[in-house]
């Protein structure tokens, strides 16, 4: 699990989510030939957040982008990044993976077989205030969740401002915004 990872399955933990990272979703034979990757192990997903009280998964895409332009917007208009975002740009793909995902949830009694799956992007920045702009707009549209440097910035702080807990990104941010 990288980092940035963790500081996202931390966020949600406090948010009441049962996280688990590095989700590891079994795929056959058939469904790995249905998305055109027939040698391809185990799919895995970054961050895997479940509520029970509101039956939600939350599927987290996790790009820390820190040393890098950015994610850009252009990523989620015309396929252009695939390779990147690849749940988000590759329908057949995301449906295949969610639905065995989900079984292997249900089969397991983790979750309710009536569990809703929602696809999010937490990352660390963002190109520019136009993407920003464009992303908040294709992300409402298509229902995803956009979880962007801004919002996990005020996440951190509120969890600075709760009791003392030994993690790493609550330490930091309680030395970081101390006055």
Known sequence: ?????????????????????????????????????????????????????????????????????????ESFKDGRYNERYKLFNEQILQNIVFDRMKNQLVDTGACAPDTKIKLCLATGKIASGNDRAELEKIFKDKAWGLFTDEWIKKELIKLSNSGYENEVAMVVTKILTRQ
């Open 1 to 73: 699990m990288d980092s940035f990872e963790s500081l996202i399955k931390t966020i949600f933990e406090n948010k009441g989510y049962w996280v688990q990272t590095s989700f590891k979703v079994n795929l056959s034979k058939e469904e790995k030939q249905k998305i055109g990757r027939p040698s391809s192990p185990r799919w895995e997903l970054d961050v895997v957040a479940y509520k029970g009280g509101s039956k939600e998964i939350l599927v987290i895409e996790c790009k820390s982008y820190l040393d890098s332009p950015g994610v850009k917007a």
